[in-house]
Nanobody, 124 residues
Framework: QLQLVESGGGLVQPGGSLRLSCAAT????????IGWFRQAPGKEREGILC????????YYANSVKGRFTISRDNTKNTVYLQMNSLKPADTGLYYC?????????????????WGQGTQVTVSS
């Protein structure tokens, strides 16, 4: 069975950093399109980063560009989200997901599989 498990969320002060992990079972991340999404309280779910299959081409939403970095460790079948310079507006539930399409200028979509989510809270 295909499964994604997020971890690494928590409480952090503004300006701090967190590193989220998305571990996959049942499929190979190297050959999959992986996206990170978040949903803040009272807001729509937002796609923030994507990484394409094999080539490692990446997309970053303007809201996180320059602060967040997505990477992949093929030996561990895990995708990471490094979040720096965190703001209170970054607070939300963060999900990784397997997507069906990728566009370097738009992001990724047609999500088939979601992780369970990990909570990120940025507050003083």
């Amino acid at each position: 069975q295909l499964q994604l498990v997020e971890s690494g969320g928590g409480l952090v002060q503004p300006g701090g950093s967190l590193r989220l992990s998305c571990a996959a079972t049942g499929f190979t991340l190297e050959h999959s399109i992986i996206g990170w999404f978040r949903q803040a309280p009272g807001k729509e779910r937002e796609g923030i980063l994507c990484i394409s299959s094999s080539s490692g081409s990446t997309y970053y939403a303007n809201s996180v560009k320059g602060r967040f970095t997505i990477s992949r460790d093929n030996t561990k079948n895990t995708v990471y989200l490094q979040m720096n310079s965190l703001k209170p507006a970054d607070t939300g539930l963060y999900y990784c997901a397997v997507a069906q399409w990728y566009n370097k200028n738009v992001g990724c979509g047609r999500v088939d599989y979601w992780g369970q989510g990990t909570q990120v809270t940025v507050s003083s």
